[in-house]
C-alpha cells in the first residue's frame, strides 16, 4: 500500500492503555499535556469486589449462530451463577492461544481467537470510553484518543499482528487511521517505565541493571534493562532479548482443582457442575494471593448435599464445614510446580545479563508472598534488590501510559529473531541446489535466497532503520507486478541460507506495481531499497522506488488458525 501520512501524537491528547490479560484486564489513560498522573479505571459493570480490573470473560448463548456476545467481564461472571448458565457458553483463558508453544484446541464456542478477542475489546472499550467522556475528557470525541495495548514480549510476530487485528475489528481504531495510532507494547517493557519511576527511592543510577518480572495470569515475561541517566533523563536499553513462558497463576488454578479432584475421589464426578469450579475460584480470591507456605488454609465448603456422601470425611480433611489444607500439600502439588518454572526463567536472565542490582516482581502472580518469598531465598544472595513495587497488579497498564507518552524512554532492544527478505541471488555451483538455479537473460540465479538484515540477538536502537538495494528486472514484454516477501527464523548464530529451511516463517508481503517503463527494454533493471525499522514492539517495512514508497504494517499469513 501506499505509505501515509506523517504520524502526529498532537492530533490525539489523550492516550489510553490497554492491558488484555488473560484472567483479568485493565485500563488507564492520561492527557498527554499532565503527563505527571495516570488515572486508573476503577470501577467496572457489576463488580463485586475491590479490585481494579474487570475478568477476561466471554458469554455466548448456545444455540445463537450469530454467536453474539451477551456479556462480558463481572457480568459474565454473574450469569454462569444463574440458572439459566447452562443455556450460555462460557470463554475463558484464551489469550493462552496465542502461545504458539502451548497446545490448545478449538474454542468451546466456534468463533476464532482474533473474534472472541476482537468482542471482548470492543464492548470493554465502549465502557472505557463512556467512563473518560464522563471525566475530564468530556470535551474531548473518540478521535482524540491513542491506544497502547500491551502484549507479552514472548509471543511471536504474528500473535502480536492478531492482536492489532482484533483492535481494529473491535473498532479501537479505523483500518484507515496511522498504524501509530495503535502502539504494542511489551509488558515487562511497560512495567519497566513504571518501576524506572521510583527508582530514585531505591536507589539506583547510570550503569545499574535490574530485571522486571512480570507474572500475570497466564504468562511470565522477563527482561533485564540497564539504566542510563541522560541530560535528557533516564533512559532505558533491553540488556537481554527477554525471555517468557505461559506459567502465570492459571496454572495454579488448574493444580488446585487436581488437587481436589484427588480429595474427593470419585465422588468429584456426582458433584453438582459448579462445585469444584467455585472452590477453585475461592482459593484464588482468599488463599492464593496471601499464601506464605507456612500456615495451613482453610477453604470454606458451600452448603450442599454432595460433602454427606462421602465416605469418611475427616479423611479428605473436612472438619465443620471447611476443606482444611496443608502448607506442605498446597506447596508441593499446587505452588512449587509453577513457581520452580519461574525460578528458572529468572535464572536464565541473570545468567544472559552477568550483573542485576534489581529484580521488580510485577502482575497479579508476582505480588505473591509465596513467590516474592521463593524468588528472595533463591536470589538474594546475587541480587540486593528484590521488591514488589506498589499496586504491582496495575504495573503493566500503567506503564503502558508512560511508553505511550514518551516511547523514546527505551532506547535500545533486542531482537528476538532473525529477520529478512526473500531475493534471488547468483547461483553457486556446488553449493545451490540444482532445484532453485533459474535461467535468466542475465545470467543464473539462484531462488529463495534469505537476505538477512537482522540476527536473533542484536542490539537494535530505537528508530534504527537497516537498508538493503535490489533490483528488478525486466524479463517479460507484458507488465509484471513484483512481490517482496519478508521472512523470520528463530535461528541462533548464522541466519539461514534459504527461506525454505525448517524454522524460517513468512511474516509478510509487500506488493509493487509494475516498476518497468513500458518502452524499457528486456534485462533492464529497476533498483528498489527496502527498508525495515525495528526500533518499536512491531517491524515496519517498506520499498522505495523512485519516488513512490510501498509498506507493510506486517499483515501476516494463517492468523485464522488460532
Known amino acids: ?37 495516570v488515572i486508573d479505571i476503577t470501577s467496572w459493570p457489576k463488580q463485586n469486589i475491590q479490585y481494579p480490573k474487570t475478568p477476561t470473560l466471554n458469554l455466548y448463548k448456545k444455540d445463537d449462530p450469530e454467536n453474539k456476545l451477551v456479556a462480558w467481564g463481572w457480568r459474565a461472571k454473574m450469569e454462569t451463577l444463574k440458572p439459566t448458565a447452562r443455556h450460555h457458553t462460557l470463554l475463558y483463558q484464551y489469550k493462552l492461544h496465542l502461545d504458539e508453544n502451548q497446545q490448545s484446541g478449538p474454542l468451546d464456542v466456534n468463533i476464532t481467537v482474533l473474534e472472541a478477542i476482537s468482542h471482548y475489546l470492543d464492548a470493554f472499550h465502549e465502557y ?22 500491551t502484549v507479552p514480549a514472548m509471543w511471536s510476530d504474528r500473535a502480536k499482528n492478531v492482536m492489532r487485528q482484533a483492535a481494529v475489528k473491535a473498532k479501537l481504531i ?6 501509530d495510532r495503535l502502539m504494542l507494547i511489551s509488558e515487562p517493557e511497560a512495567a519497566a517505565l513504571y518501576c524506572e519511576r521510583k527508582c530514585d527511592q531505591f536507589d539506583l543510577g547510570n550503569g545499574d541493571r535490574f530485571m522486571i518480572c512480570d507474572a500475570g495470569g497466564g504468562t511470565v515475561d522477563l527482561i533485564v534493562f540497564e539504566i542510563a541517566v541522560t541530560s535528557a533523563g533516564r533512559r532505558l536499553s533491553e540488556v537481554t532479548k527477554g525471555h517468557g513462558a505461559s506459567c502465570g497463576s492459571v496454572f495454579l488454578d488448574r493444580h488446585m482443582r487436581r488437587l481436589l479432584e484427588q480429595k474427593f475421589g470419585h465422588h468429584a464426578a456426582n458433584f453438582p457442575a459448579n462445585i469444584i ?34 465416605e469418611d470425611p475427616e479423611a479428605v480433611g473436612i472438619d465443620d464445614g471447611y476443606l482444611v489444607l496443608t502448607a506442605a500439600e498446597l506447596k508441593e502439588n499446587v505452588f512449587e510446580p509453577v513457581v520452580k518454572d519461574v525460578l528458572s526463567l529468572i535464572q536464565e536472565q541473570l545468567t544472559q545479563a552477568k550483573d542485576c542490582s534489581a529484580i521488580f516482581l510485577v502482575g497479579g502472580f508476582g505480588s505473591s508472598n509465596y513467590l516474592y518469598s521463593r524468588v528472595k531465598a533463591q536470589f538474594s544472595n546475587q541480587v540486593p534488590l528484590i521488591s514488589i513495587p ?27 529473531r532473525c529477520y529478512g527478505i526473500s531475493s534471488d541471488q547468483p547461483f553457486e555451483k556446488g553449493k545451490d ?26 542490539k537494535l536502537n ?35 541460507r534459504y527461506t525454505t529451511d525448517a524454522g524460517v516463517s513468512k511474516l509478510a508481503d509487500i506488493p509493487i506495481p509494475c516498476p518497468h517503463a513500458p518502452s524499457a527494454r528486456l534485462g533492464s533493471m529497476v533498483k528498489v531499497k527496502v527498508n525495515m525499522n525495528f526500533g518499536l514492539n512491531e517491524i515496519q517495512a517498506e520499498a522505495v522506488v523512485g519516488d513512490k514508497v510501498y509498506s507493510t504494517t506486517l499483515q501476516f499469513d494463517a492468523v485464522d488458525t488460532y
Request: a negative charge.
Open 1 to 37: 500500500m501506499q505509505q501515509q501520512q506523517t504520524f502526529n501524537p498532537k492530533d490525539y491528547p489523550i492516550v489510553v492503555a490497554i492491558d488484555f490479560g488473560t484472567t483479568f484486564s485493565g485500563c488507564a489513560y492520561a492527557y498527554a499535556q499532565d503527563d505527571k498522573e
Open 128 to 149: 472505557v470510553v463512556g467512563e473518560i467522556m464522563r471525566g475530564f475528557a468530556k470535551n474531548f470525541q473518540r478521535d482524540h484518543f491513542r491506544y497502547c495495548l
Open 174 to 179: 479505523k483500518e484507515s487511521d496511522h498504524p
Open 277 to 310: 469450579p467455585n472452590l477453585v475460584d475461592t482459593f484464588a480470591d482468599v488463599i492464593k494471593p496471601q499464601f506464605d507456605g507456612l500456615e495451613d488454609q482453610f477453604l470454606q465448603l458451600p452448603a450442599n448435599r454432595c460433602f454427606d456422601d462421602l
Open 390 to 416: 506498589p499496586r504491582p497488579e496495575l504495573a503493566v497498564v500503567r506503564g503502558a501510559v508512560c511508553v505511550g507518552l514518551n516511547p523514546r524512554v527505551v532506547t535500545s532492544r533486542i531482537a528476538r
Open 433 to 458: 541446489p540444482l532445484a532453485k538455479r533459474k535461467f535468466e537473460v542475465n545470467g543464473v540465479w539462484c531462488i529463495d535466497r534469505f537476505s538477512p538484515y537482522v540476527r536473533k540477538g542484536q
Open 462 to 496: 530505537v528508530d534504527e532503520c537497516i537498508s538493503r538495494e535490489f533490483s528488478f528486472t525486466k524479463y517479460s514484454e507484458a507488465p509484471e507486478d513484483y512481490n517482496i516477501a519478508l521472512y523470520a527464523a528463530d535461528t541462533d548464530g548464522d541466519p539461514p
